[in-house]
């Protein structure tokens, strides 16, 4: 059975950094992309950056694109997302999602965690 | 960015009524196009991916088409486990986008 668990959210204050983990089992992690989702409380889906299986691919949303890095350990089968100079919109459940096919073309999310809620405020 | 743009944001049905959902992509995506389902307190589910292929286990009363910049995802049939938020996801290109959702409510 695949399941996927993320961990690491909390309280910050604006300005801090936070770590959040993501840790899967039942199936090939080391084969897929796995990306970070988040959803603001009340609000919808925003997709926040991916990483492909071998870290050769990396992307970013423009709204955390040089505040955020994500990164991978295929033998610790763990997604990671470090998260610096946060702000109070960047409060969210944050989600790990594994992409359905190897195919860099074909970026959709068959499987997610139940995400880890991040607030930021002061 | 490719913008998505759901309609309608709520929708109100009732059990056996045929349910219709649009998503238009401001450019032309081709097919690639997924729409999933989620109910408060819970991840997304999977429903359909490439505009209108079935994701494994999911009822068939649920149906997916379009191409280009018009989508839908279309419930023939609607049952009670189908009251949800419904979004659209585009992965023609980076970065990826949803749609703002539609609430199917009774």
């Known amino acids: 059975e695949v399941q996927v668990v993320e961990s690491g959210g909390g309280l910050v204050q604006p300005g801090m950094s936070l770590r959040v983990s993501c840790t899967a089992s039942?199936?090939?992690?080391?084969?897929?992309?796995m990306h970070w989702v988040r959803q603001a409380p009340g609000k919808g889906l925003e997709w926040v950056s991916g990483i492909s299986w071998n870290s050769g691919k990396i992307d970013y949303a423009d709204s955390v694109k040089g505040r955020f890095t994500i990164s991978r350990d295929n033998a610790k089968k763990s997604l990671y997302l470090q998260m610096n100079s946060l702000r109070v919109e960047d409060t969210a459940l944050y989600f790990c999602?594994?992409?359905?096919?190897?195919?860099?073309?074909?970026?959709?999310?068959?499987?997610w965690g139940q995400g880890t809620l991040v607030t930021v405020s002061s | 960015d490719i913008q998505m743009t759901q309609s309608p944001s709520t929708l109100s049905a009732s059990l056996g009524d045929r349910v219709t959902i649009t998503c238009r992509a401001s450019q032309n995506i081709g097919g690639w196009l997924a729409w999933y389902q989620q109910k408060p307190g819970k991840p997304p589910k999977l429903l359909v991916y490439e505009a209108s292929s079935l994701h494994s286990g999911v009822p068939s009363r649920f149906s997916g088409s379009g191409s280009g910049t018009e989508f839908s995802l279309i419930i023939s049939s609607l049952q009670p486990d189908d009251f949800a938020t419904y979004y659209c996801?585009?992965?023609?290109?980076?970065?990826?986008?949803f749609g703002g959702g539609t609430k199917v409510e009774i």
């Open positions: 039942g199936f090939f992690f080391e084969y897929f992309a």
């Open positions: 999602a594994v992409v359905a096919t190897t195919s860099s073309n074909e970026v959709y999310y068959d499987y």
């Open positions: 996801q585009q992965y023609k290109s980076f970065p990826l986008t």
